[in-house]
């Protein structure tokens, strides 16, 4: 097949950090990402080079484009960490076994990003996907899927059969409910809008907490003293996320894998770390990557494909945008929060 | 010999926990504890009667009696965590075995404190102490000595040769800071008070800083970036202690051993323990001895008794008050934070 010379793609307008926490609310994309004509990239040593079917937006990107994420941003790069798309072009023994091959992948910091005809990472960022597997769910197969997946295990390691979700209507907090419950796990879910409670205990939430319920603490606590929840996966790291957590049992392990809201928090029981055992740490894929042998992290992707082709685990999408018409509307499809938003070439 | 049927010592007067976190400062001793003539306790089974030698104050004593500390007070019986003493009476069969021994003890929930003539406390809290090793040094043989070598167990697990200590004057920073000196670790200590920072250095310190330098952070940032600590030793908790946490580098585990500052924290950098792989833990040496193997405990123990009898470690004794003149003298001599304050019968 013939790869052309240009490509249209939405680039990064700065470089590094920076230094606002400001969030993912967007009125407009204008100062973050520009469309643009630019040439197609080439792979280096270990790189492919794919042709994108479909790119993914997470909170994750948002943030990268704001400069608030933990990789400095690099102007006049194609934006998008995220895609499903055919293998095209390769460089390196293993990354030219890939040509021709349907991949999901992540784009590796010396890449191009997924907001773009074609995108450019490293080999061992792409992942085979199987034929049943739709480009919908391939598109999104490893940010999310994988972190609810490898977060999960987690859970798993502590004794309580009951756990706590923040951002309950985010789709990595629906994929570990669905999964949980599949597992026989009680989650207790919290959510912004009091009209995912009913989809989220239909998906299994044990439980599901309105934020903004006055009482919301007290509802937890009660709750809290029959589950025993000892695990807090929380997306959100704001003061209320804080309040769980000092309201949580002997051993509590607060989970912080996304930082959604900018504020700072404030505690005053810093004695619980000591007298109940309890702990704050975090969670990323990429450590998650670092961290886990090949072979459970060939188990893991292997669950996570199962789910999607058996229908346990689905995408919801609520639009496909094109790449040209993208920066005029993602601010509203943005904050219509009604489902996956991706985009196409 | 003779146990008396009564015996002087230094009740709690009030039960359970008060609410307040005011710390360990004292105007006054009268509304926490009184002089009282009781009986002497009888052994239950698993338990020995000590006749205390010299019984240790440490502020784990002091938060207790306010009603501060993780176990809740019992009103009427005597205070004091920790002592040296010789065993006159026990039941049961291992509790039998100690009976003429001088032993380190530290007073388990069932016992009856060491701040009277006569402690009662479970055979396993008792420690024989070796005949070379001084009372003064035997007093507080568990709760300092046990704490500073088990929490070193952390920083050598860590991967970097630096650490950080606050409330550098502290018993436990300075049993750290010589230990550390003496296995080749670069200890980075902050202290309250200017005149701290050549006893220190003396001991081992590669750095002191004092807490009140308006630069204080930025002093600090300077030396992490050479040392690149990875572990911080905490008794104090207090909004320095976050902002120091927040500014070391990746993989920084901040852990919390003592709340000397009853005051909130705010943190805003939560972020750090996605991107940074940081963690908050605590230590409590009652955990530790839950959680680390006999044998295990047994090495430590040695370790701890012989560094004492070589005069690597010393105990640094204020003043030896005699009970009853306790709650006249103590607030003075705690003011004073010259060193040690032991009580006597």
New interface residues.
């Given amino acids: 097949m013939t790869i052309p010379k240009t490509m249209h793609a939405l680039l990064q307008k700065h470089d590094g950090y920076s230094g606002t926490?400001t969030g993912i609310v967007f009125e407009t994309m204008e100062p973050f990402i520009e469309d643009a004509q630019i040439a197609v990239p080439e792979p280096q040593e270990g790189q492919v080079l794919i042709r994108t079917r479909l790119a993914n937006i997470n909170p994750s990107d948002l943030h990268f484009i704001k400069g608030e994420?933990?990789q400095p941003r690099r102007k006049g790069l194609p934006a998008g960490f995220e895609g499903v798309g055919d293998v095209v072009a390769a460089k390196g023994s293993y990354a030219e076994k890939l040509v021709g091959k349907r991949v999901a992948f992540s784009v590796s910091m010396d890449g191009s990003g997924s907001w773009a005809d074609y995108a450019l990472t490293a080999a061992h960022n792409c992942i085979p996907v199987r034929p049943d597997m739709q480009d919908v769910d391939a598109a999104g197969h490893i940010v999310n899927p994988l972190t609810a997946y490898a977060m999960f295990q987690i859970v798993r390691k502590a004794d309580s059969k009951s756990f706590i979700l923040t951002a309950g209507a985010s789709q990595v907090s629906k994929l570990v409910t669905s999964l949980a419950r599949d597992e026989g796990y009680r989650p207790i879910v919290f959510v912004r809008r009091r009209e995912m409670i009913e989809p989220l205990k239909a998906l299994g939430a044990a439980h599901v907490l309105v934020e903004t319920d006055p009482d919301v603490l007290d509802q937890f606590r009660a709750i809290a003293r029959q589950e025993k929840p000892r695990v807090m996966l929380d997306a959100v790291?704001h003061q209320l996320s804080a309040d769980i957590f000092f309201a949580m049992p002997n051993r509590a392990n607060w989970v912080?894998?996304?930082?959604l809201d900018?504020?700072?928090?404030?505690?005053?029981e810093?004695?619980?770390?000591?007298?109940?055992?309890?702990?704050?740490?975090?969670?990323?894929l990429t450590?998650w990557f670092r961290d886990t042998p090949p072979e459970e992290q060939i188990r893991v992707i292997g669950e996570v494909q199962q789910r999607f082709v058996d229908r346990r685990w689905t995408t919801d999408v609520a639009e496909i945008i094109p790449l040209k018409n993208a920066i005029e509307k993602l601010p509203t499809a943005l904050a219509a929060r009604n489902g996956k938003i991706l985009l196409s070439p």
Same sequence: chains 1, 2.
């Fill in positions: 926490q994420y933990g790291a912080i894998y996304g930082k900018a504020s700072a928090i404030s505690a005053r810093l004695g619980q770390f000591i007298f109940m055992s309890k702990s704050i740490t975090g969670f990323w450590e």
